[in-house]
């Protein structure tokens, strides 16, 4: 795949079949030169669709470099990154945390790490980029680390973004002055709290792929960086409580 000298580059990994796809389809139709990586990714299909398939454990660090590296070699220094893995680890006996594996709890842990590299990587792409072009982290969140009492079932999800939160709320603010934006991106319900997660719903999390490819071109288009924790509907309209 050839690409001229002033595309924009953007990586996305965890590419499935809402978020994924949609934030993939939507950079290409912005002039984005697009990597859509996932353990197994159906490469003749997307490059069919003009997309790059990177194969990807995104919650191995190793894998995460190496996805990196294949971005560079094959595309250029990515300008925008999105992260969008989640691993659930339901609890082995309900209302019961402490209930889940040791190993399991540092399986779940490698994610953070992996979101952290992944987030490391992203700053030394967009620091090489000399091209004035927006560069911008994002990743996918939930609702879980600004919840007194979330579902006790999602606690290892709620250990996973809250590092992710973290993350960006403190790289947001120390390369904003380089015009770097992290962000941690949120689909709410329309009470602002978790949004309709019924895969039949006709409208709620499972359909809402193209709302999240349109926030997330907000976040990285604005003019003005928006707040590193940004949370939007089913319209793609960001949440006002
Ligand atoms: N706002 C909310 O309340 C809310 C609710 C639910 C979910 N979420 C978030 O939404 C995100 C996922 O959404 P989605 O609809 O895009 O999910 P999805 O359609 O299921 O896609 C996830 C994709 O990620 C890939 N994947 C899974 N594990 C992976 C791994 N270890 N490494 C690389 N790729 C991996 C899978 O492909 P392979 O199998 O080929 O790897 C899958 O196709 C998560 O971050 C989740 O926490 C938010």
Redesign the pocket.
């Known amino acids: 795949m050839s690409i001229p000298a002033f595309t924009p580059i953007a990586l996305i990994?965890?590419?499935?079949?809402?978020?994924?796809i949609n934030v993939a389809k939507k950079l290409l139709k912005e002039g984005y030169g697009v990597a859509l990586?996932?353990?197994?990714?159906d490469s003749a299909a997307l490059k069919q669709q003009g997309i790059f398939p990177v194969s990807?454990?995104?919650?191995s660090s190793e894998s995460i470099q190496k996805a990196f590296k294949s971005v560079r070699t094959n595309l250029g220094e990515p300008s925008v990154v999105v992260y969008?893995?989640?691993?659930h680890f339901p609890l082995p006996t309900a209302n019961d945390p402490l209930s889940v594996s040791s190993d399991d709890f540092t399986k779940s842990c490698k994610l953070e790490h992996a979101v952290f590299v992944s987030a490391q990587e992203a700053l030394a792409s967009f620091r090489s980029i000399k091209h004035s072009t927006p560069k911008a982290f994002i990743s996918?969140?939930?609702?879980l680390p600004f919840m007194k009492d979330g579902p006790m079932n999602f606690v290892m999800?709620a250990l996973q973004?809250t590092t992710m939160a973290t993350l960006m709320n403190y790289s947001n603010r120390a390369y904003a002055a380089e015009r770097i934006r992290f962000h941690y991106a949120?689909?709410?319900g329309l009470d602002g709290g978790?949004?309709n997660?019924n895969p039949l719903a006709e409208v709620g999390?499972?359909n809402s792929?193209p709302a999240h490819a349109e926030a997330y071109w907000d976040l990285i288009s604005a003019e003005n960086a928006k707040s590193w924790d940004y949370r939007f509907t089913y319209d793609a309209k960001a949440y006002v409580a």
């Open positions: 990994i965890g590419g499935g079949s809402n978020v994924g990586g996932s353990r197994n990714p990807v454990d995104g919650t969008n893995v989640s691993v996918t969140g939930n609702i999800g973004k949120t689909l709410v978790i949004p997660l999390f499972f792929g």
